[in-house]
């Protein structure tokens, strides 16, 4: 590859620099940047002024966070803005039809946000303790393997295979709210809103989608009630949260092109040992909005309570048969 290409490639998990462009690395001003959460969404669901929770108990306005972007990258986005705005507007029809790389390269350029935002934070902490904020190994490779595929926005960079798993569900809510969720350590993310949903995990390597294909091949197509969206979304973060960290991903560079593939130790997945108790936990968290506890799901010897699967005929549960609200 010619050197002049590989040396646009800018990691700031690496460096760090808040006056260069997230994720180009081209030097800003402070009156360039994006807003971490796309304006329409914030629009559309009056984010602005809202607050999001962050690590290190801090909190954040919507609105209010902003990264440093290049106009030029900024152009980029926002027209990978434009397409998933018109489909996530109109619908899950028009949702299942998009390139999950598109989801995909959306939500990652959003978690990417956010933790620039929570390494910046780590970094004030430190500096107030008189410590020097340092990122894992795991996270920082993790992070700049996201990082670099984010990066196939603007310059040629390809990976082999699937670098995420990702299940999109029509669901029946009662109206149109903003229900999203994030988790930076294994790089999770879920979004609901209109008439569906997704639970999407970001540098699984595709292992979680093949650990649940059989509770996702009972499902089909059918619509999913809420409380069973939420349970999709705990059986995908758990899955995540047993699974054995991959190695990372081999880099190539060629003439034009950068081309990312997983490592041959990582082509088997390995997945730990399933704890009902600890499942059951994640799943209290998403079952809050209906005032069901873990102590509600889970009592030994039973299996977990399940809206997804009944555990007598093992067959999937139709959101209709659920006498919760939606």
């Known amino acids: 590859m010619e050197k002049s290409i590989e040396g646009k490639l800018y990691n700031y998990f690496t460096e760090q620099k808040t006056d260069k462009c997230l994720f180009t690395g081209r030097l800003v001003n402070e009156s360039e940047n994006i807003t971490v959460f796309p304006e329409w969404l914030m629009t559309r669901y009056h984010l602005h002024d809202q607050w999001l929770g962050m690590l290190n108990w801090n909190r954040e306005k919507y609105g209010d ?22 489909a996530f507007e109109t619908g899950y029809e028009a949702v299942s039809r998009l390139n999950t790389d598109l989801i995909f390269l959306w939500a990652s350029r ?152 997983p490592r041959e130790e990582d082509q088997e997945a390995v997945f730990g040992k399933w704890d009902d108790k600890i499942y059951s936990s994640t799943l209290g968290e998403y079952w809050k909005p209906w005032g069901i506890e873990s102590k509600d799901i889970y009592n030994f010897p039973d299996s977990p309570v399940s809206y997804l699967v009944n555990e007598y005929t093992n067959e999937f549960i139709d959101k209709d048969s659920i006498p919760l609200p939606y």
């Open 65 to 86: 966070m902003k990264v440093p972007c290049a106009p030029e990258a900024r152009a980029v986005i926002e027209n990978l803005e434009k397409q998933i705005q018109s």
């Open 110 to 261: 959003i978690v990417c946000g956010l933790l620039y935002y929570e390494l910046e934070y780590g970094k004030e902490f430190g500096r107030k303790r008189g410590r020097e904020f340092i990122i894992s190994p795991l996270l920082g490779r993790k992070y700049s393997d996201l990082m670099l595929m984010v990066q196939s926005l603007f310059y040629p960079v390809r990976w082999v295979g699937t670098p995420y798993s990702i299940a999109v569900r029509k669901v029946q809510y009662s109206k149109d709210g903003f229900n999203f969720r994030d988790e930076t350590r294994k790089l999770n993310l879920s979004l609901g809103m209109l008439d569906f949903g997704f639970t999407l995990c970001l540098q699984d390597q595709g292992q979680v989608r093949k650990f649940n294909k059989e509770i996702l091949d009972k499902m089909g197509k059918a619509v999913l009630h809420p409380i069973q969206f939420e349970e999709l979304n705990a059986r995908f973060i758990y899955s995540n949260y047993i699974l054995k960290e991959h190695s990372g991903w081999d880099v190539s560079y060629f003439d034009n092109e950068v081309v990312m593939r």
